[in-house]
Protein backbone atom coordinates (compact mmCIF):
# COMPACT_ATOMS: atom_id res chain seq x y z
CA UNK A 1 0.00 0.00 0.00
CA UNK A 2 1.66 3.44 -1.11
CA UNK A 3 1.93 6.11 1.64
CA UNK A 4 -0.64 8.50 -0.01
CA UNK A 5 -3.81 5.94 0.04
CA UNK A 6 -2.26 4.54 3.88
CA UNK A 7 -2.68 8.41 4.74
CA UNK A 8 -6.23 8.60 3.17
CA UNK A 9 -7.34 5.02 4.85
CA UNK A 10 -6.00 6.69 8.50
CA UNK A 11 -8.22 10.18 7.28
CA UNK A 12 -10.97 7.72 7.19
CA UNK A 13 -10.63 5.95 10.03
CA UNK A 14 -10.10 8.71 11.54
CA UNK A 15 -13.98 10.27 10.29
CA UNK A 16 -15.32 6.95 11.15
CA UNK A 17 -14.45 5.52 14.49
CA UNK A 18 -16.18 8.64 16.81
CA UNK A 19 -19.27 8.15 14.31
CA UNK A 20 -19.10 4.11 15.08
CA UNK A 21 -18.46 4.89 18.31
CA UNK A 22 -21.29 7.25 18.80
CA UNK A 23 -23.62 5.35 17.21
CA UNK A 24 -23.06 2.06 19.36
CA UNK A 25 -23.57 4.21 22.21
CA UNK A 26 -26.86 1.97 24.71
CA UNK A 27 -30.43 2.84 23.85
CA UNK A 28 -32.37 4.78 26.21
CA UNK A 29 -34.51 2.46 27.95
CA UNK A 30 -38.64 2.77 27.47
CA UNK A 31 -40.09 4.15 30.40
CA UNK A 32 -41.80 1.71 32.42
CA UNK A 33 -43.85 4.94 34.19
CA UNK A 34 -43.47 4.34 37.91
CA UNK A 35 -42.14 7.57 38.20
CA UNK A 36 -42.60 11.23 36.61
CA UNK A 37 -40.47 11.88 33.37
CA UNK A 38 -38.69 15.00 33.29
CA UNK A 39 -38.31 16.93 30.35
CA UNK A 40 -35.59 19.89 29.72
CA UNK A 41 -36.99 22.44 27.88
CA UNK A 42 -33.66 24.14 26.30
CA UNK A 43 -35.06 27.41 24.22
CA UNK A 44 -32.59 28.32 21.25
CA UNK A 45 -33.48 31.23 18.97
CA UNK A 46 -33.06 29.26 15.78
CA UNK A 47 -33.31 32.03 12.86
CA UNK A 48 -31.50 34.97 15.08
CA UNK A 49 -34.83 36.99 14.85
CA UNK A 50 -35.47 39.80 17.09
CA UNK A 51 -38.77 38.07 17.94
CA UNK A 52 -37.32 34.97 18.32
CA UNK A 53 -35.30 36.04 21.09
CA UNK A 54 -38.64 37.96 22.65
CA UNK A 55 -40.40 35.22 22.66
CA UNK A 56 -37.57 32.97 24.72
CA UNK A 57 -37.26 36.10 26.74
CA UNK A 58 -41.46 35.65 27.74
CA UNK A 59 -40.79 32.01 28.54
CA UNK A 60 -41.75 30.96 32.03
CA UNK A 61 -41.12 27.57 33.62
CA UNK A 62 -45.47 27.63 34.07
CA UNK A 63 -46.30 28.05 30.46
CA UNK A 64 -45.60 24.31 30.31
CA UNK A 65 -48.13 23.78 32.97
CA UNK A 66 -50.83 22.71 30.29
CA UNK A 67 -49.12 20.46 28.73
CA UNK A 68 -47.91 18.46 32.05
CA UNK A 69 -52.05 18.79 32.96
CA UNK A 70 -53.19 17.38 29.32
CA UNK A 71 -50.84 14.37 29.77
CA UNK A 72 -51.90 14.04 33.51
CA UNK A 73 -55.57 13.86 32.42
CA UNK A 74 -55.02 11.69 29.73
CA UNK A 75 -53.00 8.96 31.39
CA UNK A 76 -55.75 9.51 33.79
CA UNK A 77 -57.97 8.27 31.43
CA UNK A 78 -56.23 5.03 30.58
CA UNK A 79 -55.24 4.21 34.22
CA UNK A 80 -51.94 5.10 34.39
CA UNK A 81 -51.29 4.56 38.69
CA UNK A 82 -48.84 7.65 38.30
CA UNK A 83 -50.03 11.27 38.88
CA UNK A 84 -47.87 13.37 36.96
CA UNK A 85 -46.41 11.08 33.37
CA UNK A 86 -44.53 14.37 32.58
CA UNK A 87 -42.44 17.69 34.41
CA UNK A 88 -40.97 20.35 32.60
CA UNK A 89 -38.18 22.06 33.93
CA UNK A 90 -36.90 25.30 31.51
CA UNK A 91 -33.22 25.88 31.03
CA UNK A 92 -31.24 28.79 30.34
CA UNK A 93 -31.50 29.89 26.83
CA UNK A 94 -28.79 28.07 24.40
CA UNK A 95 -26.29 29.30 22.03
CA UNK A 96 -25.64 25.53 20.29
CA UNK A 97 -28.61 23.15 19.41
CA UNK A 98 -28.74 20.25 17.00
CA UNK A 99 -29.82 20.88 13.42
CA UNK A 100 -32.70 19.37 11.80
CA UNK A 101 -31.73 15.98 9.57
CA UNK A 102 -30.22 16.42 6.00
CA UNK A 103 -32.75 15.58 3.50
CA UNK A 104 -30.18 13.38 1.87
CA UNK A 105 -27.23 11.57 1.81
CA UNK A 106 -26.45 8.68 4.09
CA UNK A 107 -23.53 9.81 5.30
CA UNK A 108 -24.66 13.37 6.26
CA UNK A 109 -27.58 11.27 7.99
CA UNK A 110 -25.14 9.19 9.64
CA UNK A 111 -23.46 12.05 10.61
CA UNK A 112 -26.37 13.88 11.99
CA UNK A 113 -26.89 11.16 14.02
CA UNK A 114 -23.85 10.30 15.40
CA UNK A 115 -24.11 14.85 16.61
CA UNK A 116 -27.15 13.93 18.25
CA UNK A 117 -25.28 11.38 20.58
CA UNK A 118 -22.61 13.46 20.70
CA UNK A 119 -24.73 16.51 21.66
CA UNK A 120 -26.78 14.91 24.24
CA UNK A 121 -24.03 12.89 26.07
CA UNK A 122 -21.92 16.28 26.28
CA UNK A 123 -25.57 17.99 28.08
CA UNK A 124 -25.53 14.66 30.64
CA UNK A 125 -22.03 15.71 31.11
CA UNK A 126 -23.08 18.99 32.57
CA UNK A 127 -25.18 17.40 35.53
CA UNK A 128 -28.80 18.23 33.82
CA UNK A 129 -31.05 15.73 35.92
CA UNK A 130 -33.54 15.39 33.04
CA UNK A 131 -35.02 12.12 31.24
CA UNK A 132 -35.85 13.93 27.98
CA UNK A 133 -34.25 17.08 25.91
CA UNK A 134 -36.90 19.10 24.14
CA UNK A 135 -34.84 22.00 22.08
CA UNK A 136 -37.61 24.55 21.65
CA UNK A 137 -36.10 25.90 17.93
CA UNK A 138 -38.09 29.47 18.17
CA UNK A 139 -38.51 31.45 15.03
CA UNK A 140 -40.28 34.18 13.07
CA UNK A 141 -42.44 33.62 10.33
CA UNK A 142 -41.24 35.39 6.90
CA UNK A 143 -43.98 36.79 4.58
CA UNK A 144 -46.48 34.99 6.81
CA UNK A 145 -45.27 31.71 6.56
CA UNK A 146 -43.18 29.71 8.44
CA UNK A 147 -41.30 26.59 8.25
CA UNK A 148 -42.52 23.82 11.00
CA UNK A 149 -40.11 20.85 10.77
CA UNK A 150 -39.70 18.87 14.02
CA UNK A 151 -38.55 15.98 14.93
CA UNK A 152 -38.56 13.36 17.68
CA UNK A 153 -36.17 10.54 18.60
CA UNK A 154 -36.43 7.83 21.45
CA UNK A 155 -32.73 7.49 21.05
CA UNK A 156 -31.29 9.86 21.76
CA UNK A 157 -34.29 11.00 23.88
CA UNK A 158 -34.46 13.80 22.45
CA UNK A 159 -37.17 16.34 20.42
CA UNK A 160 -35.99 19.32 18.26
CA UNK A 161 -39.12 21.32 17.89
CA UNK A 162 -39.92 24.29 15.77
CA UNK A 163 -41.70 27.15 17.73
CA UNK A 164 -43.59 29.87 16.43
CA UNK A 165 -42.21 32.73 17.92
CA UNK A 166 -45.84 34.66 17.55
CA UNK A 167 -47.34 35.15 20.96
CA UNK A 168 -50.53 33.84 19.44
CA UNK A 169 -49.22 30.75 18.37
CA UNK A 170 -48.66 29.59 21.75
CA UNK A 171 -50.79 27.12 21.91
CA UNK A 172 -50.34 25.35 18.83
CA UNK A 173 -46.60 25.26 19.71
CA UNK A 174 -47.75 22.97 22.86
CA UNK A 175 -49.23 20.25 20.39
CA UNK A 176 -46.66 20.63 18.43
CA UNK A 177 -44.52 20.06 21.71
CA UNK A 178 -46.56 17.22 23.09
CA UNK A 179 -46.64 15.32 19.74
CA UNK A 180 -42.93 15.07 19.34
CA UNK A 181 -42.24 14.31 23.10
CA UNK A 182 -44.33 11.55 22.67
CA UNK A 183 -41.96 10.67 19.85
CA UNK A 184 -39.22 10.17 22.45
CA UNK A 185 -41.14 7.47 24.77
CA UNK A 186 -42.07 5.51 21.43
CA UNK A 187 -45.36 6.64 19.81
CA UNK A 188 -45.22 6.65 15.90
CA UNK A 189 -46.71 9.50 13.45
CA UNK A 190 -50.28 8.10 12.66
CA UNK A 191 -50.49 9.95 9.59
CA UNK A 192 -49.89 9.23 5.80
CA UNK A 193 -46.71 11.39 5.27
CA UNK A 194 -47.76 12.06 1.63
CA UNK A 195 -51.06 13.68 1.90
CA UNK A 196 -50.74 14.65 5.99
CA UNK A 197 -54.11 13.03 6.38
CA UNK A 198 -54.27 10.85 9.52
CA UNK A 199 -54.41 7.02 9.17
CA UNK A 200 -57.57 5.17 10.02
CA UNK A 201 -57.95 4.02 12.37
CA UNK A 202 -55.58 4.27 14.11
CA UNK A 203 -55.12 8.29 13.45
CA UNK A 204 -59.15 8.61 14.40
CA UNK A 205 -60.21 9.77 17.83
CA UNK A 206 -63.34 7.76 17.23
CA UNK A 207 -62.81 5.16 14.39
CA UNK A 208 -66.12 3.19 14.84
CA UNK A 209 -68.21 6.88 15.05
CA UNK A 210 -71.22 6.66 13.07
CA UNK A 211 -71.38 9.25 10.90
CA UNK A 212 -67.44 9.07 10.32
CA UNK A 213 -67.19 12.79 10.30
CA UNK A 214 -66.60 15.23 11.65
CA UNK A 215 -64.05 13.55 14.00
CA UNK A 216 -64.32 14.63 18.02
CA UNK A 217 -60.88 15.84 18.21
CA UNK A 218 -57.36 14.82 16.38
CA UNK A 219 -55.70 12.17 17.65
CA UNK A 220 -52.57 13.73 19.08
CA UNK A 221 -50.05 11.58 16.58
CA UNK A 222 -52.19 12.30 13.82
CA UNK A 223 -51.72 16.28 14.42
CA UNK A 224 -54.84 17.09 12.26
CA UNK A 225 -58.43 16.70 12.83
CA UNK A 226 -60.82 15.20 10.11
CA UNK A 227 -63.87 17.07 9.57
CA UNK A 228 -64.79 15.15 6.29
CA UNK A 229 -63.11 12.77 3.42
CA UNK A 230 -59.79 13.94 2.60
CA UNK A 231 -60.67 16.92 4.66
CA UNK A 232 -59.03 18.32 8.17
CA UNK A 233 -58.19 20.85 10.15
CA UNK A 234 -55.22 21.60 12.41
CA UNK A 235 -55.32 21.33 15.71
CA UNK A 236 -54.83 24.28 17.38
CA UNK A 237 -55.28 23.61 21.11
CA UNK A 238 -53.98 20.21 23.18
CA UNK A 239 -58.12 20.43 23.92
CA UNK A 240 -58.80 19.56 20.64
CA UNK A 241 -56.22 16.40 20.63
CA UNK A 242 -56.52 12.98 22.55
CA UNK A 243 -54.18 9.94 22.83
CA UNK A 244 -55.43 7.22 20.50
CA UNK A 245 -55.76 3.51 22.09
CA UNK A 246 -52.50 2.71 19.61
CA UNK A 247 -50.43 5.76 21.01
CA UNK A 248 -51.30 4.40 24.58
CA UNK A 249 -49.86 1.01 23.51
CA UNK A 250 -46.86 2.45 21.85
CA UNK A 251 -46.09 3.99 25.25
CA UNK A 252 -47.03 1.53 27.26
CA UNK A 253 -49.96 3.30 28.68
CA UNK A 254 -52.63 1.07 27.08
CA UNK A 255 -55.96 0.00 28.14
CA UNK A 256 -58.25 -2.63 26.08
CA UNK A 257 -61.63 -0.89 27.49
CA UNK A 258 -60.19 2.68 27.25
CA UNK A 259 -60.83 5.10 23.93
CA UNK A 260 -59.52 8.62 23.10
CA UNK A 261 -61.12 11.48 25.10
CA UNK A 262 -60.71 14.95 24.36
CA UNK A 263 -61.39 17.85 27.04
CA UNK A 264 -63.32 19.72 25.05
CA UNK A 265 -64.59 18.18 21.45
CA UNK A 266 -65.03 19.78 18.35
CA UNK A 267 -68.38 20.94 16.84
CA UNK A 268 -68.98 21.80 13.51
CA UNK A 269 -70.28 25.55 13.33
CA UNK A 270 -73.14 26.17 11.76
Known amino acids: MSRAKQIRVLILLLILTPLVFALSMPADPKPDWTRTIIVAVLPYNADGSQAAEEAIDRLRSTDFRPIEDYFKQQARHF ?13 PKTEQAPGLPPRTG ?15 WMVDAEDVDADIFVVARYQAAVNGEIHLNSVGMHSPRLALVAMDADPR ?6 VMLAHELLHT ?12 LPIWPEGYAAPEREPRYPQPAAELMAGRLPIGPNLT ?8 TCIGTTTARNIGWFAPQKRCT ?9
Open 79 to 91: GLPLDTPFRFHLL
Open 106 to 120: LFARLNWAAGLRWWR
Open 169 to 174: MQERNW
Open 185 to 196: VGANDLYHHQSG
Open 233 to 240: KEARNLSE
Open 262 to 270: PSAPFQMQP
